[in-house]
């Protein structure tokens, strides 16, 4: 069955950096688009990034550009989420998102369009 593991949330002070990990199972994980996705407390899930199934196209919400580097490990099956310079409002429950449909990518913020997700892991960045 598909299985999303998130990992490599914490702790950190605002300006720092962390490295979020999400190893992919279960399908052929090259075939699919994948996100990241956000949920602050009180919040809806909001999209964070994007990247196609071959890598060469990258998407991000505006808060995060020049900041967060999304990128993928096809032959380890893992997609990555490098934030820097995180502030405190990052602060959230992470979450990978498996795209729908395979060999198809375009921009999308609808949840509808993502039909396996990770357990999240929370980023908390004190100020």
């Known amino acids: 069955q598909v299985q999303l593991v998130e990992s490599g949330g914490g702790l950190v002070q605002a300006g720092g950096s962390l490295r979020l990990s999400c190893a992919a199972s279960?399908?052929?994980?090259?075939?699919?688009?994948m996100d990241w996705f956000r949920q602050a407390p009180g919040k809806e899930r909001e999209f964070v990034a994007s990247i196609s199934w071959s890598g060469h196209n990258t998407y991000y919400t505006d808060s995060v550009k020049g900041r967060f580097t999304i990128s993928r490990d096809n032959a380890k099956n893992t997609v990555y989420l490098q934030m820097n310079s995180l502030k405190p409002e990052d602060t959230a429950v992470y979450y990978c998102?498996?795209?729908?449909?395979?060999?198809?990518?375009?921009?999308?913020?609808?949840?509808?369009?993502?039909?396996?997700w990770g357990q999240g892991t929370q980023v908390t960045v004190s100020s």
């Open positions: 998102a498996r795209r729908r449909d395979s060999h198809t990518y375009y921009l999308t913020y609808d949840l509808r369009d993502f039909n396996y």
């Open positions: 279960g399908y052929i994980f090259s075939s699919y688009g």
